[in-house]
């Protein structure tokens, strides 16, 4: 047996949807026409832009969320691939400027590289270390989604570090006070009057 598809449901657009002409349904009726316009607008947007836009308020968020946490992740993922790549450029004894002059020959433009080779500051290793900068920017397809995924748990290990630190303050009563001793007639300390009217007594 065929299954019957009803096709008034398969033509309803969706609840966000429908929502949207509620809204431009009421605006126009009561003549706000800005309010029309940005239901229209938001009706006409891809659902691909929706997506992207998502997925920057996330990025954004979880900066604001993890912000310190973020930051260290990420410098120890980019450190982490950065240094293998410097590191295997220097031990191979890789010429940047020769590298930079075999691929401008290769692709046929004319350029002059004189100012590469008399310039003292843009050596072989400061060369080096630009070519490994852009090798580890192609790694940021695999090197983001890695940051993002391990950064709450990196928040949470902080939160345990700072909460025992808290403990071990509150615990040894915090930094030592020196409180002056009470002191009584002829500025000398209250105990010490009040024993040599005893012994007078």
Known sequence: ?????????????????????????????????????K??????????????????????????EHGPAFA???????????IPIFTGLEL??????????QAIDYIGIEADLTWLQTNSYLNRHVVNA??????????????????IYTTPTATKWINSKRALLFQKESSYGGPEKNFAEPKGEDNFPKAATEANRNSSQ
């Open 92 to 101: 191979s004894a890789v010429d940047g400027i020769a590298l930079i002059g």
């Open 39 to 64: 239901c229209s607008q938001r009706w006409f947007t891809s659902k691909n832009e929706e997506k992207s836009e998502s997925g920057w308020n996330r990025l954004r968020t979880l900066f604001r």
């Open 1 to 37: 047996k065929k299954k019957k598809i009803n096709r008034k449901s398969s033509m309803l657009p969706s609840l966000s949807r429908r929502r949207i002409l509620l809204q431009c349904f009421q605006f126009r009726k009561t003549g706000y026409r800005q309010g029309a316009f």
């Open 72 to 82: 260290m992740v990420y410098s120890g993922a980019y450190l982490s691939t950065y």
């Open 130 to 147: 630009f070519i490994a900068m852009e090798l580890n920017g192609m790694i940021e397809f695999v090197r983001l989604p890695i940051v």
